[in-house]
């Protein structure tokens, strides 16, 4: 078995400071739980990814809520790196009285808010360290809605039985199969139902995290989509994660019935000097981080 590359700290996880300085690698712990060693581009199927991000998310759980819980809030719904809250974007629309599900709900922060705005909301998990997280706040805040340990592309729940889906950077990064997810998600859907979710947008994948001495220079090529895979020392994946460009997303959606109803690129707030992994006011001001996709399902 060759040995792995040394590992590449400027990995797409990133790292997290609030304000402009030198990077602090807050996965250090899970790293070395997992015996991270290396960085590589490879070919990842489901059963593989789906294992090393469950280990990986476990491992990193209580570093994650640690580092973003203050940025995320205990029952807040911010959609992405840049600050965008549905409070103020209403991407959701109306969700009193409606039946809302967070696909990769993670500490569930956004299934609280929308339980606390009437929704009956339901938060699905690969994690289970990220789910324990998500039961200590739903006890603090006396939130009521369940969560669920399951896979994005093996959704547990009955057909239509939803009249939204959303995902803030859950799930959708991490799974092998655009098609099998949003295949399950259209599934328990009611007809005409929407689907909203946040992922990093294509154009970072091109950028490494953390600028170097010759700046924001492309590493990467966009229509390149092996997926970024972290390895021990016997080149097992300890966490994947997935790119797809714009044209994959929307023919995707397509597929499993989806119209797209808009694109949503949100904009580096002046103010907001906060720097997450491929997320900081120097690659903001820019190109876009985040892309927000609103679709409806089939019958709408």
């Known amino acids: 078995m060759p040995q792995p590359p040394a590992f590449?700290?400027?990995?797409?996880?990133?790292?997290?400071?609030?304000?402009?300085?030198?990077?602090?690698?807050?996965?250090?712990?899970?790293?070395?739980?997992?015996?991270?060693?290396?960085?590589?581009?490879?070919?990842?199927?489901?059963?593989?990814?789906?294992?090393?991000?469950?280990?990986?998310?476990?491992?990193?759980?209580?570093?994650?809520?640690?580092t973003h819980r203050e940025f995320l809030g205990a029952a807040d719904f911010v959609w992405c790196p840049e600050g965008l809250r549905e409070a103020d974007a209403r991407l959701l629309g109306e969700v009193r009285g409606s039946s809302v599900l967070e696909v990769g709900c993670g500490s569930a922060p956004c299934t609280r808010w929308l339980a606390c705005q009437g929704a009956r909301a339901v938060g699905v998990d690969l994690s289970a360290g990220m789910l324990r997280h998500a039961l200590a706040d739903h006890r603090r805040t006396g939130a009521d809605a369940p969560l669920i340990q399951a896979s994005a592309e093996r959704l547990p729940l009955a057909t239509g039985g939803f009249d939204t889906a959303c995902s803030a950077f859950g799930a959708v990064p991490f799974v092998a199969s655009l098609d099998a997810v949003f295949a399950e998600v259209a599934r328990v859907l009611r007809p005409g139902g929407r689907w909203v979710f946040a992922v990093t947008h294509?154009?970072?994948?091109?950028?490494?995290?953390?600028?170097?001495?010759?700046?924001?220079?492309?590493?990467?090529?966009?229509?390149?989509?092996?997926?970024?895979?972290?390895?021990?020392?016997?080149?097992?994946?300890?966490?994947?994660?997935?790119?797809?460009?714009?044209?994959?997303?929307?023919?995707?959606?397509?597929?499993?019935?989806?119209?797209?109803?808009?694109?949503?690129?949100?904009?580096?707030?002046?103010?907001?000097?906060?720097?997450?992994?491929?997320?900081?006011?120097?690659?903001?001001?820019?190109?876009?981080g985040t892309a927000i996709f609103s679709a409806v399902a089939a019958g709408g």
């Not at 290396?38 to 070919?43: C, D, K, M």
């Open 8 to 66: 590449n700290q400027d990995g797409r996880r990133g790292h997290v400071a609030d304000h402009p300085e030198p990077p602090v690698d807050r996965h250090q712990r899970a790293e070395e739980r997992l015996g991270t060693a290396g960085v590589a581009y490879r070919r990842v199927g489901s059963a593989e990814a789906t294992a090393a991000n469950l280990a990986w998310w476990d491992a990193d759980a209580d570093d994650y809520q640690a």
């Open 202 to 288: 294509p154009m970072r994948w091109i950028f490494p995290d953390d600028p170097g001495p010759t700046g924001l220079t492309a590493t990467q090529p966009y229509f390149d989509r092996t997926p970024y895979v972290e390895v021990n020392a016997d080149g097992a994946a300890t966490y994947v994660e997935y790119h797809h460009t714009m044209g994959d997303y929307v023919r995707a959606l397509s597929g499993a019935g989806f119209r797209l109803t808009d694109l949503i690129e949100p904009e580096w707030p002046e103010a907001h000097t906060r720097v997450w992994g491929q997320w900081s006011p120097l690659r903001g001001k820019l190109f876009p």
